[in-house]
């Protein structure tokens, strides 16, 4: 399973984007996905998961009530939208997967991982 991510780039602060993890072949809807964000010089930490079937999603307390995560299983695609960014938010974006259908915030748990997409926010 591979995955891509895309959607990354510049914003101001208050601003959207909405980031999209896709995968090479059919069949994500029977992972469990994550994003995880990495800032320079900081560790990589848990952002939000969805389980496979979209039922069940959390949050870092960081992001709750200005992201949300989706999923679209037809479309094998899912969704980080992002509103309200702030300058904190700047970091490489990661999507990842899980066998186990559920998610986690446990880097360890996920298998499969994108190459990430940029993420900055600034004036």
């Known amino acids: 399973l591979q995955l891509v991510e895309s959607g990354g780039g510049l914003v101001q602060p208050g601003g959207s984007l909405r980031l999209s993890c896709t995968a090479s072949?059919?069949?994500?809807?029977?992972?469990?996905i994550a994003w995880f964000r990495q800032a320079p010089g900081k560790e990589r930490e848990a952002v939000s998961c969805?389980?496979?079937?979209?039922?069940?999603?959390n949050y870092a307390d960081s992001v709750k009530c200005r992201f949300t995560i989706s999923r679209d299983n037809a479309k094998d695609t899912v969704y980080l939208q992002m509103n309200s960014l702030e300058p904190e938010d700047t970091a490489v974006y990661y999507c990842?997967?899980?066998?186990?259908?559920?998610?986690?915030?446990?880097?360890?748990?996920?298998?499969?991982w994108g190459q990430g997409t940029q993420v900055t926010v600034s004036s």
């Open positions: 990842a997967a899980s066998d186990s259908g559920y998610g986690s915030d446990n880097a360890k748990d996920y298998d499969y």
């Open positions: 969805i389980s496979s079937s979209g039922g069940n999603t």
């Open positions: 072949a059919i069949g994500l809807e029977y992972y469990a």
